[in-house]
């Protein structure tokens, strides 16, 4: 048993409804948003966990779009996470692709039926039409504490997004619902989920911290369109996440570059950079 909170527990299952009633035939978008480190993944199981229970219906968890993108489009009635790992480290010309990607699939696959989870780090760099249109709702997640949420339900979506668009304001506790704190399940417990990774059954933490390793690995792989400037920047980030500093530990390292520890643990992880 994973104590959630009552109010969430009808805004989940008010998605329920929505994918298994008969008419009108409707699919439903969740999103999490918030800084690195914060819970948006543990969330998104939370919610993924209890529309599973609830429906009995399978939980795909992607960390690339395109392969989310595939099965989405030749599957019906599924629950899929989308858990894109290290976003801000992209370039402009990688979230504009991913967000051109996810227009023309969410502008097409209402019929389908699926249950998407849907985790940002910063819900303004992401296509008005997901974030105000076609999301149920949205999860904030708190910076003051791990795993403490404000939830905002779909008619002030609009409002947070115009409050950003005209005044540069991240106005979430003037248009929340209500606020609450996630259990926590990453983890331990996460073998017991039968969740998939990418392709793998009944996958356990251990997968799940290996694909995602990958997945973040492979930012710095070079392709013959990739941006030769973010090529050089993941090298550099590379290098100064594995950079000897006397006397700066790794948590003063990010201080100083304004970037959430966790941002540089992930930033050891990519790949060096190959020339051909």
Known sequence: DYPIEKQL???LERVVRGITQD????????????KEGKGKTNSSIVEALYVKIRT???????FRLEK????????EKKIIIWDEPALDSLSTEQVSKLNRNMLRLFMTIRKKRHFFIINYTKFWKFPEYIIVDRSNGMIHMREDQIGRFL?????KLELLWNEYRIRHKRSYRKVMSFGGRMPLILGEQFDKLEFYVNDIKNATYEDYERCKD???????KKTGKEDKNLIKLNELRRKISNAKLKGLTQTDLANQLGVN???IREWKKIIPATTT
């Open 23 to 34: 008419n009108p035939k409707e699919d439903a978008v969740f999103i999490n948003e918030g």
């Open 9 to 11: 527990i009808k805004k």
């Open 151 to 155: 939830y905002i339900r779909k008619r």
């Open 56 to 62: 009995r219906r399978a939980v795909h968890l992607f």
């Open 261 to 263: 520890p966790t941002r």
């Open 214 to 220: 990958e997945a973040i690995g492979s930012i710095g």
């Open 68 to 75: 989310l993108i595939e099965f989405a489009q030749s599957t």
